[in-house]
């Protein structure tokens, strides 16, 4: 399968509890999004790499969201000290260029209790 | 501020009934226009891009299309399989990368 993946799929923690979730793109693809999905809502973005520059970030991505991409290659979104209103489905995507088709991962599932 | 606006929120149809959802859009300018499928519990699964008014595209029973204000998608006798909800996004000029979604048609297809 050579399209976008996630890991792990669904991570249930604890409120207070520091999450990690990895992104692998497609591989030729240089461009890498992520994005947030809530219950009956469609995915709101989060940042954008080109390479291993972070080139964008939304203001939905507080202080204790950071994420990465040291290589150019896969991609780590970090949550620090989780809050209930965290858990949603987060989604990464990738494009080989500007304007073109972002092609999604299956998603992961975050439950924080 | 752009906007996505999709309707109806659900359609249910019997199989073999065609239809049409819709996808209306505010942004300051429009770099381009996206479709989605996505299934429960699952990533959007990506179906056509438009870029410029006039423009269609088909893939078996969908057909998409774009005018300066809105986009329909167009189902043709669908069938049961064709169940998903439907995620409409654009991409807006201003040197911006993300794609701004709407909330989706959920679509239910009953045989």
């Known amino acids: 399968d050579t399209g976008v993946s996630q890991d792990p799929r669904h991570k249930i923690t604890k409120r207070g509890q520091n999450v990690t979730f990895r992104c692998d793109p497609i591989?030729?693809?240089?461009?890498l999004y992520w994005y947030r999905q809530t219950l009956g809502q469609g995915p709101e973005f989060l940042t954008y790499?080109?390479?291993?520059?972070?080139?964008?970030k939304s203001r939905l991505l507080s202080d204790r969201f950071s994420a990465e991409r040291p290589k150019g290659s896969f991609s780590t979104l970090e949550i620090q000290r989780t809050e209930q209103g965290d858990s949603a489905m987060y989604l990464c995507?990738?494009?080989?260029?500007?304007?073109?088709?972002?092609?999604f991962g299956p998603g992961t599932r975050l439950t924080v209790l | 501020e752009d906007q996505v606006t999709q309707s109806p929120e659900a359609l249910r149809l019997q199989e073999g009934e065609s239809s049409s959802l819709n996808c209306s859009y505010t942004?300051?300018?429009?770099?381009?226009l996206f479709w989605y499928r996505q299934d429960p519990g699952k990533g959007p699964e990506f179906l056509f891009t438009?870029?410029?008014a006039g423009e269609e595209k088909e893939k078996e029973r969908l057909k998409a299309t774009l005018t300066k204000k809105e986009s329909f998608l167009h189902i043709t006798a669908p069938k049961p399989e064709d169940s998903a909800t439907y995620l409409c996004?654009?991409?807006?000029?201003?040197?911006?990368?993300?794609?701004?979604f709407g909330k989706g048609t959920k679509l239910t297809v009953n045989p």
């Open positions: 995507a990738s494009s080989p260029k500007s304007l073109n088709t972002q092609y």
């Open positions: 591989s030729e693809h240089n461009r």
């Open positions: 790499f080109q390479n291993e520059a972070q080139l964008e």
């Open positions: 942004v300051s300018g429009l770099r381009g």
């Open positions: 438009l870029y410029s």
């Open positions: 996004a654009v991409a807006p000029q201003g040197g911006s990368e993300k794609l701004v």
